[in-house]
Protein backbone atom coordinates (compact mmCIF):
# COMPACT_ATOMS: atom_id res chain seq x y z
CA UNK A 1 0.00 0.00 0.00
CA UNK A 2 2.21 2.91 -1.17
CA UNK A 3 0.55 5.95 -1.82
CA UNK A 4 1.29 6.94 -4.97
CA UNK A 5 -0.08 10.71 -4.54
CA UNK A 6 1.95 12.63 -1.90
CA UNK A 7 0.04 15.97 -2.22
CA UNK A 8 2.84 17.74 0.29
CA UNK A 9 5.38 16.81 -2.12
CA UNK A 10 5.53 19.07 -5.18
CA UNK A 11 7.76 18.00 -8.08
CA UNK A 12 7.40 17.55 -11.85
CA UNK A 13 5.23 14.98 -13.04
CA UNK A 14 6.93 15.00 -16.63
CA UNK A 15 10.67 14.38 -15.16
CA UNK A 16 10.39 13.80 -11.87
CA UNK A 17 12.32 16.96 -10.50
CA UNK A 18 12.13 17.54 -6.87
CA UNK A 19 10.68 21.37 -6.79
CA UNK A 20 10.50 21.12 -3.38
CA UNK A 21 14.25 20.72 -3.12
CA UNK A 22 15.14 23.21 -5.49
CA UNK A 23 15.24 20.80 -8.53
CA UNK A 24 14.05 21.18 -11.99
CA UNK A 25 14.82 19.70 -15.51
CA UNK A 26 16.98 21.91 -17.74
CA UNK A 27 14.99 20.73 -20.89
CA UNK A 28 11.65 20.11 -19.51
CA UNK A 29 8.45 21.81 -20.02
CA UNK A 30 6.75 21.37 -16.76
CA UNK A 31 9.85 22.54 -14.74
CA UNK A 32 10.41 25.64 -17.07
CA UNK A 33 13.06 26.59 -16.53
CA UNK A 34 12.89 26.99 -12.98
CA UNK A 35 11.90 24.79 -9.17
CA UNK A 36 9.00 26.86 -7.02
CA UNK A 37 10.40 30.06 -7.93
CA UNK A 38 12.38 31.49 -11.23
CA UNK A 39 13.98 34.82 -12.46
CA UNK A 40 11.54 36.72 -14.90
CA UNK A 41 11.43 35.32 -17.94
CA UNK A 42 11.16 38.49 -20.06
CA UNK A 43 14.28 40.15 -19.64
CA UNK A 44 16.28 36.92 -18.07
CA UNK A 45 16.15 38.35 -14.31
CA UNK A 46 18.17 41.42 -15.09
CA UNK A 47 15.02 43.30 -13.63
CA UNK A 48 15.44 41.54 -10.36
CA UNK A 49 11.51 40.25 -10.05
CA UNK A 50 11.22 36.68 -9.44
CA UNK A 51 7.93 34.52 -9.92
CA UNK A 52 6.46 31.94 -7.93
CA UNK A 53 5.01 28.48 -9.50
CA UNK A 54 1.32 27.63 -9.80
CA UNK A 55 2.19 24.33 -9.20
CA UNK A 56 -1.37 22.81 -9.32
CA UNK A 57 -1.61 24.49 -12.64
CA UNK A 58 1.55 23.46 -13.91
CA UNK A 59 0.29 19.61 -13.39
CA UNK A 60 -2.84 20.24 -15.32
CA UNK A 61 -1.02 21.77 -18.01
CA UNK A 62 2.23 19.80 -18.10
CA UNK A 63 3.43 23.04 -18.94
CA UNK A 64 5.29 25.33 -16.30
CA UNK A 65 2.87 28.41 -15.18
CA UNK A 66 4.05 31.44 -13.05
CA UNK A 67 2.57 34.15 -10.77
CA UNK A 68 4.43 37.27 -11.63
CA UNK A 69 5.73 39.71 -13.82
CA UNK A 70 8.30 42.00 -15.34
CA UNK A 71 9.73 44.67 -12.63
CA UNK A 72 11.56 46.37 -15.90
CA UNK A 73 11.33 50.14 -16.31
CA UNK A 74 12.33 53.01 -18.82
CA UNK A 75 15.55 54.10 -17.60
CA UNK A 76 14.98 57.22 -19.24
CA UNK A 77 11.31 58.29 -18.71
CA UNK A 78 10.19 55.65 -15.90
CA UNK A 79 7.40 54.22 -18.30
CA UNK A 80 6.68 50.40 -16.35
CA UNK A 81 7.34 48.16 -19.72
CA UNK A 82 6.39 45.04 -17.57
CA UNK A 83 2.45 46.53 -17.84
CA UNK A 84 3.44 47.56 -21.32
CA UNK A 85 3.79 51.28 -21.01
CA UNK A 86 6.48 52.78 -22.69
CA UNK A 87 7.13 56.58 -23.29
CA UNK A 88 5.84 57.99 -26.34
CA UNK A 89 8.95 59.84 -28.29
CA UNK A 90 11.33 58.27 -25.90
CA UNK A 91 14.23 57.05 -27.51
CA UNK A 92 14.96 54.30 -24.43
CA UNK A 93 11.32 53.03 -25.05
CA UNK A 94 11.33 52.54 -28.87
CA UNK A 95 7.75 52.59 -29.67
CA UNK A 96 7.17 49.46 -27.31
CA UNK A 97 7.36 48.08 -24.15
CA UNK A 98 8.75 44.15 -23.52
CA UNK A 99 7.80 43.42 -26.85
CA UNK A 100 7.14 45.29 -30.14
CA UNK A 101 6.35 44.72 -33.78
CA UNK A 102 9.88 44.53 -35.90
CA UNK A 103 10.76 48.35 -35.42
CA UNK A 104 12.99 47.81 -38.96
CA UNK A 105 9.97 46.90 -41.41
CA UNK A 106 6.70 47.79 -39.78
CA UNK A 107 6.02 44.27 -38.14
CA UNK A 108 6.04 42.32 -41.31
CA UNK A 109 9.03 39.71 -39.80
CA UNK A 110 7.16 39.83 -36.62
CA UNK A 111 7.43 40.50 -32.73
CA UNK A 112 10.61 41.49 -31.15
CA UNK A 113 11.42 41.33 -27.49
CA UNK A 114 13.47 44.16 -25.77
CA UNK A 115 17.03 43.47 -24.63
CA UNK A 116 16.18 44.57 -21.47
CA UNK A 117 20.16 45.24 -20.41
CA UNK A 118 21.42 46.33 -23.51
CA UNK A 119 18.74 49.39 -23.88
CA UNK A 120 19.42 50.44 -20.19
CA UNK A 121 23.18 50.06 -20.94
CA UNK A 122 22.20 52.48 -24.17
CA UNK A 123 19.64 54.71 -23.34
CA UNK A 124 18.31 53.23 -27.05
CA UNK A 125 15.88 50.99 -27.42
CA UNK A 126 17.60 47.57 -28.44
CA UNK A 127 15.45 44.51 -29.69
CA UNK A 128 16.53 40.78 -29.76
CA UNK A 129 17.50 39.01 -33.53
CA UNK A 130 17.27 41.02 -36.18
CA UNK A 131 14.95 41.75 -38.96
CA UNK A 132 14.60 39.01 -41.69
CA UNK A 133 12.48 41.10 -43.79
CA UNK A 134 15.15 41.88 -47.21
CA UNK A 135 15.33 45.23 -47.53
CA UNK A 136 14.75 47.37 -50.26
ZN1 LIG B 1 10.19 18.62 -15.25
ZN1 LIG C 1 11.96 41.25 -15.95
ZN1 LIG D 1 11.25 55.66 -22.00
ZN1 LIG E 1 11.47 43.00 -39.44
Redesign the pocket.
Known amino acids: MSPDHDVQRFA?Q??G?DWSAGE??AE?A??GGGALERQCGFCDGVCGAVWKRRVIDSWDEAEAQWIGGCAAKCSSCGARWGVMAHGPGCAECGGGSLIRPCPDCDGACGMRERDVAASWQHHVAHWRATCNQPTS
Open positions: CSCAFGCEC
